[in-house]
């Protein structure tokens, strides 16, 4: 049984920003991936998901009150070759390039930090879940680039994992609302994961708070080989 349950932990807490998890679902039949995007700004509400081909943007909803693009337009998921690459910001495309010159995800991240928006100096989340011939051997990573507990100096922190059924992990940006909003602390929460996209696409979008969340997006890769299913919601229709 994982230590904590998703439903709560998304339903308890108005503001946990952006979020990221990944794991295997509970029949043990597929790699799932989910990544949200909340807002308390009209700025950062004023978006939606659009997949394109080999990944998926942030776009404005209204172009024309789009006020400032820097920190929420960007790429949280590009696809390279067997690896899925999800992350909170533009640092899915540094992944993307490091990992297609042969180096790696810590490598790529080692290059980057926190975000530039004092005083929240808000974490950049990602991760990377890496499949090949034999799928159902997959891994996935996760990290974490944050401050010194809101000082601004960057701490970086990696963790890897070996999938278990029904297993995911969830790591987000802040660890409640707040002025300054606190960042996330300790590792990545364990949590039960469904069977199927829908399922968990279900589960986190009707317990986001109604107000703040803004789009999710779920990817679910069967590891039998056959084709993904992709989930967007977004609020902005």
């Given at each position: 049984?994982?230590?904590f349950d998703?439903k709560?932990?998304?339903?308890?807490?108005?503001?946990?920003?952006?979020?990221?998890v990944?794991?295997?679902?509970a029949?043990?039949?597929?790699?799932?991936i989910?990544y949200?995007?909340?807002g308390?700004?009209?700025n950062s509400?004023?978006?939606?998901?659009?997949?394109?081909?080999?990944?998926?943007?942030?776009?404005?909803f209204?172009?024309s009150?789009l006020?400032d693009?820097?920190?929420i337009?960007?790429n949280p998921?590009?696809k390279l070759?067997d690896?899925?690459?999800i992350?909170?910001g533009?640092q899915?495309?540094?992944?993307?390039?490091y990992?297609?010159?042969?180096?790696?995800?810590?490598?790529?991240?080692?290059?980057r930090?926190y975000?530039?928006?004092c005083?929240?100096?808000?974490?950049r989340?990602?991760g990377a879940?890496y499949?090949g011939?034999?799928?159902?051997?997959?891994?996935?990573?996760?990290s974490?680039?944050?401050?010194s507990?809101g000082r601004?100096?960057?701490?970086?922190?990696?963790?890897?994992?070996?999938?278990e059924?029904?297993?995911?992990?969830?790591?987000?940006t802040?660890?409640?609302d707040?002025n300054?909003?606190?960042?996330f602390?300790?590792?990545?929460?364990?949590?039960s994961l469904p069977?199927t996209?829908?399922?968990?696409?279900?589960?986190?979008?009707?317990?986001?708070?109604?107000d703040n969340?803004?789009?999710?997006?779920v990817?679910q890769?069967?590891?039998?080989?056959?084709?993904?299913?992709?989930?967007?919601?977004?609020?902005?229709?």
């Open positions: 049984m994982a230590l998703l709560t932990l998304l339903s308890e807490n108005t503001y946990p920003g952006r979020g990221i990944i794991g295997k679902s029949d043990g039949k597929s790699a799932l989910a949200f995007i909340m308390r700004s009209e509400r004023n978006r939606i998901f659009e997949r394109f081909e080999g990944g998926m943007r942030t776009k404005a209204d172009e009150k006020s693009p820097h920190l337009i960007y998921y590009l070759g690896t899925d690459i992350t909170n533009d899915t495309n540094t992944i993307y390039y990992l297609k010159e042969g180096k790696t995800f810590e490598d790529a991240l080692y290059t930090e975000e530039d928006d005083p929240n100096y808000t974490p989340i990602s879940l499949y011939f034999q799928k159902e051997m997959f891994t996935y990573k996760l974490i680039l944050k401050s507990n601004p100096h960057c701490n970086r922190y990696f963790y890897n994992y070996t999938p059924d029904g297993i995911g992990h969830f790591i987000h802040y660890k409640c707040g300054p909003i606190p960042s602390y300790g590792e990545p929460e364990e949590v069977n996209a829908k399922e968990l696409a279900d589960l986190c979008w009707k317990n986001l708070n109604n969340k803004v789009s999710l997006f990817r890769i069967p590891l039998d080989g056959s084709e993904p299913t992709e989930i967007i919601i977004n609020k902005n229709k």
